[in-house]
């Protein structure tokens, strides 16, 4: 069984710093999806990482993965107030099969 | 376009009474999964349907739960009878066969008194 683990699971952070959230996960996986949830809403699809060494960047938000170290990195730059939501990484198999979803890292960006 | 729509987004109802969740997925959007979400947990899928066919109901606890989706395009999930343990988010996905993005619907918040 896939097992998903995000940490940190909790991060306070203040505007304009640097972090890393990290996803590992126990079983082969040939692609992984980073999602973002802000409080009472649904899932937001940030990035499809489709192969090992996919890297991709949308604004301050960067996403990586490494499937021989089973690892995923969505690095925040210069982080502003609205990036502050819950972000889950998601590993998947090949078309639609399941997603196992960590259970996310919730940020919180402090002015 | 419109995105996945469910209904109703906020539910609440006594122990051992039944519900019914409904799933609209985006147009032309084959595939379609019920997910249940836990308070601050990641969502965990219930069933996933290609059409009409439920490909993978391996998750979805058969004694209380059911699903369907006659048409292959909207979707019910329903609990019966529902316990306290069942309060949690469900929500709804759908994808394009063999596409790499699955799209939530905003869910349906069930509350059990």
């Known amino acids: 069984e896939l097992k998903v683990e995000q940490n940190p699971l909790f991060l306070s952070m203040q505007e304009g710093k640097n972090y890393t959230i990290y996803c590992n996960y126990s079983?082969?996986?040939?692609?992984l999806y980073w999602y973002r949830q802000d409080p009472g809403k649904s899932l937001e699809s940030l990035f499809v990482?489709?192969?090992?060494?996919a890297v991709k960047q949308e604004g301050r938000l960067m996403a990586s993965l490494d499937t021989k170290a089973r690892l995923s990195t969505l690095h925040i730059t210069a982080a502003v107030h609205d990036l502050s939501a819950t972000y889950f990484c998601?590993?998947?198999?090949?078309?639609?099969?399941?997603?196992?979803f960590g259970t996310g890292t919730r940020l919180t960006i402090i002015p | 376009e419109a995105g996945v729509v469910q209904s109703p987004r906020y539910k609440i109802i006594e122990k051992k009474q039944p519900v019914a969740f409904w799933c609209n997925p985006i147009?032309?959007?084959?595939?379609l999964y019920w997910y249940l979400q836990n308070l601050g947990q990641g969502p965990e899928l219930l069933i996933r349907y290609e059409n009409e066919e439920a490909v993978d109901d391996s998750q979805l606890p058969k004694d209380r739960f059911s699903a369907e989706r006659l048409k292959g395009v909207d979707s019910t999930l329903k609990i019966q009878p529902a316990e306290l343990g069942d309060s949690a988010v469900y929500l709804c996905a759908s994808s394009l066969v063999g596409a790499d993005e699955q799209f939530f619907g905003p869910g349906t918040r069930l509350t059990v008194l």
């Open positions: 079983t082969t996986s040939d692609r």
């Open positions: 990482l489709l192969s090992n060494g």
């Open positions: 998601a590993p998947g198999g090949f078309g639609n099969e399941k997603l196992t």
């Open positions: 147009s032309g959007h084959n595939t």
